[in-house]
């Protein structure tokens, strides 16, 4: 396993980790400023993020400073309730791939959605098996874009908690499945994204890994879960912070090997959030020497 202990080379900020500091918006253009001040190397953004400060200028930015993108975030949100929102579902898709491959980045993170219309709190229906299949849909119609243009897709599973209105997929099996289904051949066209927070509880994680090979390890996302948590989707943790054996992961990701960043998400309305921008990169640097 690689040693992180003496620098941030495989370090990669994923900017909601920094979006929104002490009340205010914090622009993207300076996020990667401060990131390159910082020596990190690589940075994932949202696509909210870009489109304020606009992909040209974003692809800009990332160029002169010399960045990577660890990933994009995020496609996916596929199910749907009637004909316009598949539609709707799918040209938005493209649109982030192509995205995606203006700013070069290393894959497009699916989020893949849950019962349509949940997210909003108005589900259409109960039916997660039929939720699943739009999912298996849409992945497949945006994998033959995607092998077009050679953009990578990572199948991000989230955890169970979210299944109603995030992600009906949600463990590193129920991904790989899909993956084996749509790319029996494992041609490096789809993957997964291993997200810690999502996937550190499940038993069946160090055997999913193996499974998955390097061939299908796009990305790994890092942060910690706390314990107690006060919301489960804006209280997470800095590496260190909770009760996630970060590194253990890591080893088994890297015994499969995965060779690219480790990236920091963290979404904390009360505390990182909260606090001075350039204080939470000096310490995603601090504890990724310590921590993962």
């Known amino acids: 396993m690689r040693d992180f202990s003496a620098d941030h080379r495989w370090l990669s900020i994923n900017t909601a980790t920094v979006r929104r500091q ?3 918006d914090w622009a993207l253009l300076e996020i990667i400023d401060a990131c390159a001040a910082r020596g990190i190397r690589a940075i994932s953004p949202w696509r909210d993020q870009v489109h304020a400060a606009g992909l040209a200028a ?3 930015a990332v160029r002169d400073h010399g960045l990577e993108l660890s990933g994009y975030c995020r496609g996916g949100m596929f199910t749907y309730a009637d004909n316009a929102g598949r539609q709707a579902v799918r040209d938005d898709n493209l649109r982030a791939l ?49 092998r077009r243009r050679g953009m990578p897709l990572a199948i991000e599973p989230l ?24 790319d029996a051949g494992r ?5 997964v994204a291993v997200d810690v927070y999502h996937v550190w509880w499940d038993p069946k994680l160090p055997a999913q890994i193996v499974r998955a090979g390097s061939d299908r390890l796009l990305a790994l996302h ?19 912070d909770g009760v996630i054996d970060i590194r253990q992961i890591r080893s088994w990701v890297e015994a499969q090997g995965f060779a690219g960043y480790s990236e920091v998400e963290i979404f904390s309305t009360t505390n990182w959030w909260q606090r ?15 921590c993962v």
């Open 58 to 60: 974003t692809v800009r």
């Open 22 to 24: 002490r009340g205010q």
């Open 98 to 146: 192509d995205e995606a491959c203006e700013l070069a980045a290393a894959c497009l993170v699916l989020v893949v959605g849950g019962l349509p219309g949940a997210l909003a709190g108005r589900a259409a229906h109960k039916d997660i098996a039929a939720a699943r299949e739009q999912v298996a849909e849409g992945v497949a119609v945006l994998l033959e874009e995607a």
């Open 159 to 182: 955890h169970p908690m979210y299944a109603a209105e995030r992600a009906c997929i949600n463990t590193l099996e129920q991904a790989l499945d899909l993956c084996d289904a749509l």
């Open 187 to 191: 041609t490096g066209a789809l993957g």
């Open 222 to 240: 890092v942060c910690d879960w706390l314990t107690p948590t006060t919301d489960l989707l804006n209280d997470r943790g800095m590496m260190g």
């Open 276 to 290: 001075d921008g350039g204080e939470v990169l000096d310490t995603c640097i601090q504890r990724h020497r310590q």
